[in-house]
Every structure is written in C-alpha cells, then in structure tokens.
C-alpha cells in the first residue's frame, strides 16, 4: 500500500478493495497503524467483528483514537502551512477558499470551545444550524465528543 489511503489507478483501487472483503482484518490493520492512538489494539483482539442481523459492528475494540488529531494535528509540524482542502463553491461568482491545516485547527478549536462554553459536553446533544461554510464545520464537534444533530 502507498502512502496512506492513496489509491493512484483505478486498477490498484480494484485490487485494495478485493483485499479489504477478502481480508478485512489484514487490510484495516495496514490502514489503521498509519494513524495516531490513545490506546492501539492488542495483538489479540479482533479488529472488526459484525453481526448484520442484529445488527452490530464493531471496529478496533478497546482501542481509542481522537479523528481531530489523526485529521489535523499531526500534520501541524509539517504541512501546517499547506492546505488542508480547497473549498470551491458552487457559484462561480463566489470566491474559492484555501484552507491550510493551521487555519482549521484554530478554527475547529474556536468553534470547539465556544461549544464547551456554551456546555455542550461528551455525548451531548444539540442541534447546529449554519449558513452554508466550507466543510471544516464538520469536525468541531469531536473535539468535545458531542453528537449533533444538523438539519
């Protein structure tokens, strides 16, 4: 596998695939040691267990990671600078949006701590209505560990 995730023909993204229904645990514990974890998996534990008719899947049991910091604060040392995405709109009289990694972590921290002083706590609900803004509004919540709800 290349860098992580990155699938460069349509015949490798065959071949990935095939593998990851073939074997799913080889295949997601490749893709999962490229991230950062609180608490990794045990050799010993399983890394997908499923049961479709209850239903019920899990993934990497026991083990913890934070999405912010395995999507943006790792690569504040060394791509802080560079985009972390380019925001197009839809209207072509809109301007497009270059955002770099440093701009969104401090963005999704903001957003975050407004959120905790407003006492939106870990697993707590709420509802978030905004304007349509680039898709870094997205991440702001697992900062806390809330669950929302956006109409």
């Known amino acids: 596998m290349s860098y992580p995730f990155q699938i460069l023909s349509l015949e490798q993204y065959h071949q990935d695939y095939a593998r990851s229904l073939k ?3 080889a295949f997601w514990s490749e893709v999962a040691n490229h991230f950062t974890w609180h608490k990794k998996w045990q050799p010993d534990e399983k890394i997908l267990e499923w049961n479709f008719k209850d239903p019920k ?3 990497f049991k ?9 999507c943006i ?21 809109e301007r497009v949006r270059v ?3 440093n701009r969104l972590h401090k963005r999704v921290c903001q957003v975050a701590q407004m959120l ?3 006492g939106v706590k870990k697993v707590t609900g709420f509802v978030f209505i905004w304007a349509w803004y680039p898709n870094w ?15």
């Open 73 to 93: 604060d790792r690569h504040l040392a060394t791509m802080g600078d560079k985009p972390a995405f380019i925001w197009e709109p839809n209207g072509p009289d």
């Open 99 to 101: 955002v770099t990694y």
């Open 57 to 59: 899947v899990e993934w």
């Open 137 to 151: 509004c997205m991440l702001f919540w697992v900062v806390p560990g809330s669950v929302p709800s956006i109409p």
């Open 23 to 25: 074997e799913p645990e």
């Open 116 to 118: 905790k002083n407003n």
């Open 62 to 70: 026991g083990a913890k990671l934070n999405i912010t910091e395995n």
